[in-house]
């Protein structure tokens, strides 16, 4: 497991944008796989969208076009950029990263999940 710490969400009006972040804490990390996932209440988990290492990327239907997600390995960073948001996309968000952490010299294979970020959008 490595800690990971999403931000960004919040609440806008259908048409607008939001950028959810996520950052690896605590040592040095090589990302081989990030993604995004939701939830809405009462439904279950669904994939919003994923990168591998080399940059090949997937999104869920719904989303394709409007969201875009892209990652910093120098910063440990993933990123979600959400834009003409609607409401059906009122969510909390997940981020998940699959790689190396190293730390202190001790590296090891990992996934995590962030916390979780709640976005809500208005009509």
């Known amino acids: 497991q490595a800690p990971l710490v999403e931000s960004g969400g919040g609440s806008v009006q259908a048409g607008g944008s939001l950028r959810l972040s996520c950052v690896g804490s605590?040592?040095?990390?090589?990302?081989?796989?990030m993604g995004w996932y939701r939830q809405a209440p009462g439904k279950q988990r669904e994939l919003v969208a994923t990168?591998?290492?080399?940059?090949?990327?997937n999104y869920a239907d719904s989303v394709k076009g409007r969201f875009t997600i892209s990652g910093d390995s120098a910063k440990n960073m993933v990123y979600l950029q959400m834009n003409t948001l609607k409401p059906e996309d009122t969510a909390v968000y997940y981020c998940?990263?699959?790689?190396?952490?190293?730390?202190?010299?001790?590296?090891?294979?990992?996934?995590?999940w962030g916390q979780g970020t709640q976005v809500t959008i208005s009509s």
């Open positions: 998940n990263v699959a790689g190396i952490r190293g730390v202190d010299g001790n590296y090891a294979s990992f996934r995590s």
């Open positions: 605590g040592g040095i990390f090589t990302i081989n796989t």
């Open positions: 990168m591998i290492s080399g940059g090949t990327t």
